[in-house]
């Protein structure tokens, strides 16, 4: 497993920054395209015009490509839940909308992006480091949106807040792993209403 | 599709049953041994010393057969569920068996019986009949839990029973779906109990 996204050498200069986002850019069209299964590095290589041993000058391995391209979409994924909840009015208000950012953002990856959702799934099946960053991400916001409700006496407070946040991790556990939302797609918003309704009745204080 | 349990013409004799029912007991063992998938109608009949034709005077087809063992592999874990929570002083400790109860019947026809568990699986994708009836049952005796639970008191009865069940119902989805089980193996004792948890101070009044 290559942490390719921090590994560059800090000597080495920005041409070497640019050439690994060419190769990445490259990749993403490629991957979109084609399905990251089936293709291989020559053909990347191919594509882009340099030769296979350039690129394992840059990236180990096809998979720290895929890494690199995985880690920028739950990134922008990162973004968006972030976007959606940043001016919510309430506690209970910030955690439905967090769900219903999780379910929109892997939706939009399942419906728009297919392609790129066959690298999320196989990164979500094989833990690449990208996707375990993703997952402590979600662990982190769903205990800090409890932690905030029970501050503002909106959560009841007897419970311990890692039990607390870890069950609600669970709940949602099916439609924020790419690898288990394509079994969960079908009636999706109304799950995700009616779960949110049942975390919030359990949440209260 | 072929309901094969009930199609069976009511005029065929006991020895028509008994003709199914060797067919069944071969299928199973063959299924257990060599997978559901690989096999054919022309591997079992071989095995059974029945011609293919007379096989399919019983059976529509493959999956008519593998629908019956489904069927009764799925009763056997009803009954272990409903012996689970026969005694159970509450509602509250009903749903905390009935949910362990589940869990354990999942993974022991996971671990125990991996090649059915592969025709629980398919049939689960496909969503077989024997499958939607498993999934009635499991609806059903949440349903009833919960009525249980509001009618003792232990429950709140504010949101409306199908709402609260069928919440219930999707926070329990990932362990009782054999397709789904498998991706949630991992620590699941654990999972099902801080679930459990999580559900019940959702029920509280």
């Given at each position: 497993?290559?942490?390719?996204?921090?590994?560059?050498?800090?000597?080495?200069?920005?041409?070497?920054?640019?050439?690994?986002?060419?190769?990445?850019?490259?990749?993403?069209?490629y991957?979109?395209?084609?399905?990251?299964?089936?293709t291989t590095v020559s053909d990347l290589a191919k594509e882009?015009?340099?030769?296979?041993?350039?690129?394992?000058?840059?990236?180990?391995?096809?998979?720290?490509?895929?890494?690199?391209?995985?880690?920028?979409?739950?990134?922008?994924?990162?973004?968006?839940?972030?976007?959606?909840?940043?001016?919510?009015?309430?506690?209970?208000?910030?955690?439905?909308?967090?769900?219903?950012?999780?379910?929109?953002?892997?939706?939009?990856?399942?419906?728009?992006?297919?392609?790129?959702?066959?690298?999320?799934?196989?990164?979500?099946?094989?833990?690449?480091?990208?996707?375990?960053?993703?997952?402590?991400?979600?662990?982190?916001?769903?205990?800090?949106?409890?932690?905030?409700?029970?501050?503002?006496?909106?959560?009841?407070?007897?419970?311990?807040?890692?039990?607390?946040?870890?069950?609600?991790?669970?709940?949602?556990?099916?439609?924020?792993?790419?690898?288990?939302?394509?079994?969960?797609?079908?009636?999706?918003?109304?799950?995700?209403?009616?779960?949110?309704?049942?975390?919030?009745?359990?949440?209260?204080?």
């Open positions: 497993m290559n942490t390719s996204i921090h590994t560059a050498p800090a000597t080495r200069g920005p041409s070497d920054h640019d050439v690994r986002t060419q190769i990445v850019d490259a990749a993403t069209a991957f979109t395209r084609y399905g990251y299964e089936k882009i015009g340099f030769s296979k041993a350039y690129i394992y000058k840059f990236f180990d391995s096809k998979q720290a490509i895929g890494e690199v391209i995985c880690a920028n979409r739950l990134a922008e994924m990162r973004r968006a839940v972030d976007a959606a909840i940043a001016d919510a009015g309430s506690a209970s208000d910030r955690f439905r909308r967090m769900f219903r950012a999780f379910i929109e953002a892997g939706t939009q990856l399942f419906f728009e992006d297919r392609k790129l959702y066959d690298i999320a799934a196989t990164a979500a099946g094989e833990h690449w480091p990208s996707v375990q960053a993703y997952q402590r991400y979600v662990e982190e916001l769903i205990a800090r949106i409890v932690r905030e409700g029970r501050e503002s006496g909106e959560f009841e407070r007897k419970t311990p807040l890692d039990e607390t946040a870890n069950a609600i991790c669970l709940v949602m556990k099916p439609y924020v792993n790419p690898l288990l939302l394509q079994y969960n797609l079908e009636g999706v918003q109304d799950a995700t209403l009616r779960l949110s309704n049942l975390v919030l009745r359990s949440l209260a204080p």
